[in-house]
């Protein structure tokens, strides 16, 4: 199986700056697609930004301009970079990967998430 564990998580205030980092572990034969989602309280969870094998990005509209997604392909390791954060980025993050394990099928798989906290 793939394990995918996050970090960089914490309360900061409003227009600072945190670095979520995910390594994926386990029985990896490839890691496709990464990304970082997030789910506020009282609300679905919705992708923030994502990565493919080969450098391509898409981001949600409300963190364009503001965050930064970016892997190691090597590590099996992806990051995001938040820049001035607002109140509403308040959620937890879980990080997520497309991935094929050795010997088996390709599958979606999920960290445990890591709460990020802006305060006004």
């Known amino acids: 199986q793939v394990q995918l564990v996050e970090s960089g998580g914490g309360l900061v205030q409003a227009g600072g700056s945190l670095r979520l980092t995910c390594a994926a572990s386990g029985s990896i034969f490839r890691v496709n697609a990464m990304g970082w989602y997030r789910q506020a309280p009282g609300k679905q969870r919705e992708l923030v930004a994502g990565?493919?094998?080969?450098?391509?990005?898409n981001y949600a509209d409300s963190v364009k301009g503001r965050f930064t997604i970016s892997r190691d392909v090597a590590k099996n390791t992806v990051y995001l970079q938040m820049n001035s954060l607002k109140p509403e980025d308040t959620a937890v993050y879980y990080c997520n990967a497309d991935a094929r394990i050795v010997g088996g099928i390709r599958n979606d798989y999920w960290g445990q998430g890591t709460q990020v906290t802006v305060s006004s």
């Open positions: 990565i493919t094998s080969v450098g391509y990005t």
